[in-house]
Structures are given as C-alpha cells and as structure tokens.
C-alpha cells in the first residue's frame, strides 16, 4: 500500500508539475524575447531621434559617442542627401543569431539595430533552469509528503489489522487506539465495540457454564439423597417404590432446570410465563427437603394462605426457594418455616431460620455474585434473585437475625383460603 501511495503521489505530482511547468517555461522565453525587441525597438527611436536632431542643427553625427552610448549594438545608419550619409557603428554579429529592429523617419533617415541573442538565450537558459529547479523541488516535496501521509495511513491500518487479529484469536481487549483519521477512527470505534460485545458474550457464556453447573448440583443433590433412602429401604418394598418415584421425580427436575438454564441463555423466559400453582411446588420441595433435614435434626414448616397462583415458570421458582431451603439448611439451624402471603398485588413466600442470622458487613452484599459467608461458592443467592427477576418477580433479604428471605412474585389469582401447616 504504502507503494502505491508514493508512485500516485508521485505521477501527480509529476503530472501537475508538467502542466504548470511547460506553459510557464513558454511564457518565460516568449516574455524575455519579447523585451529584448522591444529594447532594440526602443534604442532604435532614439537613436533615430538623434540623427534627427543632428540633422536639424547641421551638426555631424559623433561615431565615438555612438560606440560609447550603444557599445553592445550594432548600428547602421542611412540618410538621404547629396552624397548620402551611410553610418555603420559596432560588429556585426552573426546572421543566425541577430536580432534586429529598425526605425525610419519621413525625412529619409533609415536607423537599424542589431544585438547577438546570446544572451538573451542564456537568460531564457537561465530561467528554464530556476522553472526546472524549482519543479525538482516541488517534486521532492510531495515525495516527502506522500511518505508521511502513506506512513500515517499504512501504520494504523497495519495497527488495525493486528487489532482484528488478535480479535480472531480470541483476545477481546478494546485497543482505545485513535490516529487521528476520521474514517480510520470510525473503524477503530468499530473494532472496540465488537471487541467489547465478544467480551460480553465470551463472559456471559462463562457465567452461563458456571451458573448450570450450580444450578445442576442442586437437584442432583436431591437425587443422589433420595437414592441413598433407595438403598437404605430395601427391605421394606412400599417405600422403595416411594423412594423411585421421588428419584423419578427428581429427575424430571433435573431434565427441567436443564430446559430452563437454556431458555434463561436465549432470553425466553418472559415470554414462557404463565400461571403457576403454588401449593403442588412447595409440597413438591417440602417432599425434596423433608428427608434432609429430618437427618440433620431440623423441621421444615409451611405455613399462610393456600391456593395461590403466581405468574412465572415452574421450574424457576423452584429453583429459587429450593436455594432458600438449601442455604438454610447449611448455614442457618433451628425450625425453616415458609410462609405464604399476598400483599397488595404481589404474592411473598418467606423463608425464615432460628439460626445467628449474617452479619452486618456480608448482610449488604450477600447477593452479590462470589460472596459467601460460609464458605460456599458465592453463587446461589446470586442466581436464584436472577431467576427471580427473570420471572418478573424479585427476591430480597427482609430480616438479617434471625436470616428471612422474601421472595416476591406477581399474582396471577385471588383466590385463597387462610391454612397452617405442621412440621414436616
């Protein structure tokens, strides 16, 4: 490239250098010759005027003083008269190089002038000569400019096209570079924006692989429960056929956070909303839990209004409380009741331990993603209140001691009836 802009460059600098060039060193020649012969032209009136003069008063024309005034010309002089007076003044230069200009008076005076054109030639010469260095000069100068200007466009392209490189190879850092080019500059802002939107998505996929595989442990943990309570019942034939259906259950589940980590990856889960029986999902979690916290010496209770139906997706908001239980089954102690309730046009299921409750600095980050307090991945909370506002909904910590979590949905029904559920 940078080639190609020094030859162009140079062909018109050429081209406009010979256009200006040619007509100027014309001009020059025809304007030097021009006042040569209008010099001679002028030398020859006076001298006529002289002879003129002379002729008047009767006095004879001085050939010395002609020689001293006019000593680069030659001179011939003619005048009518008895004899006739013929006056040759100087040397006579060569034929083919006289100029020659005459004047003639109504008396019969004839004067000519002649000059060698040499130097009038080598003024001419001498003229071309500046034309032409100036020209070399003019040449040098937009040969210099064009290695600039092609060293200022070759650069930031060479630097732009190791910018897209190292895009394709993966590394989406935007460069920031501008060079001061304005078309070159739109394509740098180009280049930083899709370095910014690959590192965007390059990101999101990441959270997304890390957000399935926690979201994936959950009920993967429910099923590995349910079917250690498979082996440890394998006498009694009634609760292992329980057992396998609660597995089989726990499956399904598992096959639907799969289907909805996806839809949450294609930004679906909006349009996927619908009306949602709450009674049947916590029943199903209490199902889940029960065995759990029957191991580790704690209750599960249910209690609020029954028959209520939220907008959302199943298997989002399951995911959503069976982080709540399982966050306070390992940091919290004591009874974990759920509460349901409706207030104003939201639906809130709470979730409240007996446990010491968080602390006050971890207490206003603890959705934060990465944050922990006990020394587990930082992820749950994070991403079940990003499943909450997926549904429409939002999940906020109410009460810091004892730990109650609210999770508030959109009704979709206001039918309800007032019920207490005992510890399971």
Not at 182 to 187: F, I, K, N, Y
Request: net charge negative.
């Amino acid at each position: 490239m940078r080639r190609r802009l020094l030859s162009s460059t140079l062909l018109v600098a050429v081209i406009g250098v010979l256009l200006l060039g040619i007509p100027l060193g014309v001009a020059v020649h025809r304007l030097i010759e021009e006042e040569a012969t209008q010099e001679l032209s002028s030398h020859a009136k006076n001298l006529l005027g002289e002879v003129e003069y002379a002729r008047i008063q009767d006095q004879p024309i001085d050939e010395h003083q002609l020689q001293r005034k006019y000593s680069d010309l030659y001179i011939q002089i003619y005048a009518k008269g008895t004899p006739p007076q013929v006056i040759t003044v100087g040397t006579e230069p060569p034929e083919h190089q006289k100029m020659t200009e005459d004047a003639q008076s109504e008396n019969g005076v004839y004067v000519a002038v002649s000059r060698d054109k040499t130097g009038v030639e080598h003024e001419v010469r001498a003229w071309l000569f500046l034309i032409l260095g100036l020209a070399a000069a003019a040449l040098a100068v937009a040969v210099g400019l064009a290695i600039v200007q092609s060293r200022r466009l070759s650069l930031p392209l060479s630097d732009l096209a190791m910018i897209a490189e190292r895009l394709g190879s993966g590394d989406a850092r935007p460069s920031k570079h501008r060079y001061g080019i304005q078309e070159l500059d739109r394509v740098a802002e180009v280049l930083d924006r899709s370095a910014t939107r690959i590192s965007d998505l390059l990101a999101r996929e990441r959270e997304f692989a890390t957000d399935a595989s926690h979201q994936l442990r959950t009920p993967l943990t429910g099923l590995t429960m349910r079917l250690e309570e498979i082996v440890a019942a394998a006498d009694e034939p009634g609760i292992v056929k329980e057992e396998g259906e609660a597995a089989i259950v726990q499956a399904e589940r598992l096959t639907a956070v799969i289907d909805e980590l996806l839809a949450t990856a294609r930004r679906q889960r909006q349009a996927q909303s619908e009306a949602v029986e709450l009674d049947a999902l916590l029943d199903q979690q209490f199902i889940e839990w029960g065995p759990a916290f029957r191991r580790a010496g704690r209750r599960l209770s249910l209690t609020g209004t029954r028959g209520l139906q939220a907008l959302g997706t199943g298997g989002g908001i399951s995911q959503v409380i069976s982080t709540l239980l399982e966050n306070s089954l390992k940091h919290g102690s004591g009874t974990v009741t759920v509460t349901t309730c409706v207030k104003e046009r939201s639906i809130v299921i709470e979730v409240a331990d007996e446990g010491r409750g968080i602390t006050d600095d971890l207490a206003p980050r603890i959705f934060e993603r990465n944050v922990s307090g006990g020394g587990g991945t930082g992820l749950g909370l994070h991403l079940a209140r990003a499943l909450a506002a997926a549904d429409g909904g939002r999940l906020e910590l109410v009460r810091v001691r004892p730990a109650t979590f609210a999770f508030f949905l959109r009704q979709a029904d206001t039918g309800r009836n007032r019920v207490v559920r005992g510890p399971a």
